[in-house]
């Protein structure tokens, strides 16, 4: 067998070049550990004449034509790195159906169509990994797919969305607004244009449904997973958690539940002795209770050209020594599990509630009454600020299930006096 | 091929017994993900009838004859959990050469004789695994050779001793003395009897030699790991440290410097921001720069029966996945490299110095004309107080080598009026 890995490269933007720069400044450790030269080959661009430098520096042919690359035989690897569903999930199919391997960081396309994918790799024999698509530069589904597969994970937390995460490290730690913290990671380049995806929760909980599949063996569908985004989140808000000795992040839950599983996105009110309380700006991390090892964190970035790209290559070097030894065609993941959602009455959280309330006596009362109507008992209860008319109220409750959460919040939407601003989850120590 | 694959254990006390425990416990999932049973079948005791319980509760035939493990055909496995180096180095020795694979959570024999027992195993084409043996359950080891293999590692940084670490948080957050926390740390059962392995940092040492191999491909001696302990912190230092914005906190240091490393253990000054700074208690946490990645910290606990006894299944599912696909008799980490090591002209770093001086005037100059004549500049100096006779002086200072370091502390010796009570290393943010 030939001591070369070729490398077709869909995508030579500013995580494509990562790539071949990576491949390029470890070449000696990485023929060293493998026994193989990794180099891309060629990559599809849609521009030739923009990516001319690049291609040139890493001695890549560029072509616009996607069967350049399919029919190429030389290409023993397939990268994708142009992201969204279509036409990513094409091409990813035709080169596992060409016999070919596929690494990706695709996200989108995994949370939805990873078990159909791995599944047809698997029937062609070939690899597919994407350990690029959660966390970025933290080399987290290859730790759970390998060494924790001794152990029985019980919860995996996660701060997978370093846009969000930037904001509210700034709205926390600099008073900034949402409005603010969003364009100033606009101006650096953390958030795009268009911030939907990340401050609506919806790229985390693309990242929650892999995580998932490794966690726990479970195919979760995207619409199975709760999402709230960091919209609604004022500086009242990050002010009152801060004074009751938490921090509000966005983190992505994945919980077992018996048999189940739950599966969240949602701001949380994060204590200060907690270690993802640590885990500032871009940075992410992925917190896991287990029964065996306890509490675990992996922390790294999670975006960045550089450490994605290494991810990407991490990937490539596995795929290098199982061709030496003879072993592709294993599934990534190959913990598989019922698939199972925990309903509302098995879920089990502390919240936080923020009201306002006409300020005048009795209100109190009424609140207590709504709330003890759902057997729900308060840990803690403040008057945050009034305008004489307007009283802002913040409520801490013990451990309840979320069908009592549910039923509480419609109790109180009944009341038109109330208007009930946030509810958050609060995590505990 | 049988789908049993069958242990003889080395030692059945706490650590030990945990390993029966969490194969057990995890039967189903390790078996989805391995096709195989792994069981333990026969454990080696000093005295069969105190193991009794333990021998029925999981199915295990005692012996206090290794001969009756080590000629047992049935037996695939060896796990090694007696530590220290004799008998523990012939019992692995024997297993290796008896087409043995050999798990081991033994530090102490790995950091001296790791090199040899590796090739032993891999002229025998078996597995030798020790995932346990640095910083229990936080799969670092794996994490390096296969996921990092595609970045070049800088440096490493690591909190690996968990009684020191348990030590110095209470010495910080409740303002104990030394002896006050190990006191504490002794009756909670963190520290034995003799403490010394721990409070002098030789067991990080023994951590930071694997560490280093993995990280660099390099095998450093344990006697040039410069090694200092615990034992010399006051509570002096402790607050000072806090009025600096920082902790102390026993850190394993390995760091490239050119083709070089510079391997050391001792207190340094944490920055508040910095990640390792939330490394609380009893937990460990290992702390990796690299030139892909950028920053990532891998969190978890460092000691504990079910902890260290996952990391041993983690190894054995490792070892049942090779027989499978007939890939047995790798190394653990195949990244080689000429060992070099870095002189104290090259190692740079910033410093914290705690003097006694006799409180008068001239003091301050003196000390000034002494770092100066050795191109130190301070970045500050600070009277921390004075009984009116005897000044306590605390300097920090900008970046400076070894050397430097090493002869201002010769000058200042050669005063017979400053006596040096401390020099710490100060990290960088």
Redesign the interface.
């Known amino acids: 067998m030939s001591n070369k890995l070729n490398i077709g490269l869909l995508g030579l933007g500013t995580v494509g070049s990562g790539v071949p720069f ?1 491949l390029n ?2 070449k000696e ?2 023929q ?3 026994g193989m030269e990794i180099q891309v080959t060629k990559a599809l661009v849609r521009d030739e004449s923009e990516k001319e430098r690049q291609a040139k520096r890493f001695d890549i042919a560029l072509t616009t034509d996607y069967n350049e690359i399919i029919n190429d035989e030389e290409i023993h690897v397939v990268v994708e790195l142009i992201g969204k569903i279509e036409p990513a999930k094409t091409y990813i199919s035709q080169a596992l159906e060409a016999g070919k391997h596929v690494v990706t960081a695709n996200k989108d396309l995994l949370a939805q169509y990873g078990a159909e994918l791995a599944s047809l790799a698997q029937k062609n024999h070939v690899d597919l990994y994407f ?1 690029a698509a959660v966390a970025g ?3 987290i589904l ?2 759970i797919a ?7 994970i019980q919860k995996v937390l996660g701060i997978v969305n370093g846009t969000t995460n930037y904001m509210l490290t700034k709205m926390v730690a600099e008073s900034k607004s949402y409005e603010e913290a969003l364009k100033e990671a606009q101006e650096l380049g953390f958030a795009e244009s268009d911030p939907t995806n990340d401050v609506d929760g919806i790229d985390a909980a693309y990242k929650m449904v892999i995580l998932s599949n490794f966690a726990f ?1 479970m195919n979760v569908n995207l619409k199975d997973v709760e999402t709230q985004g960091i919209r609604e989140i004022t500086t009242d808000d990050v002010e009152m958690a801060k004074k009751l000795g938490y921090e509000l992040k966005l983190i992505g839950s994945s919980e077992k539940i018996g048999e189940s599983i739950a599966v969240q996105v949602a701001p949380m009110l994060v204590p200060l ?1 907690h ?1 993802l ?2 885990v500032k700006n871009e ?1 992410n991390a992925v917190f896991i209770n ?12 999670g975006a ?1 050209a ?2 994605t ?3 990407v ?2 990937d ?3 795929i290098a020594k199982n061709i030496r ?3 592709t065609g ?1 599934r990534f993941n ?4 019922e698939t199972k959602l925990a309903n509302d009455n098995e879920v089990y959280g502390k919240y936080y509630f923020a009201f306002d309330v006409p300020d005048k006596k009795g209100q109190l009362l009424l609140l207590t009454k709504i709330f003890s109507s759902t057997d729900i008992s308060f840990e803690q209860v403040i008057q945050q600020k009034t305008d004489g008319t307007t009283a802002r109220m913040v409520v801490t409750t013990h451990a309840m299930t979320k069908a009592q959460m549910k039923a509480v919040t419609e109790k109180i939407q009944e009341v038109p006096e109330f208007h009930l601003l946030n509810t958050f989850k609060v995590l505990e120590d």
Chains 1, 2 share one sequence.
Do not use: F
């Open positions: 990576i400044s470890h450790k990485i060293q550990v493998t350990e530069g933290i080399p290859r730790t390998n060494s924790l597969a001794a152990d029985n063996g002795t270690p309380h640590s940075m287990s029964s065996g090892v306890g509490e675990s964190m992996y922390y790294g970035p960045g550089k450490p790209a290494t991810s290559v991490s490539l070097i596995t030894l003879g072993t294993y190959s913990y598989n599990y």
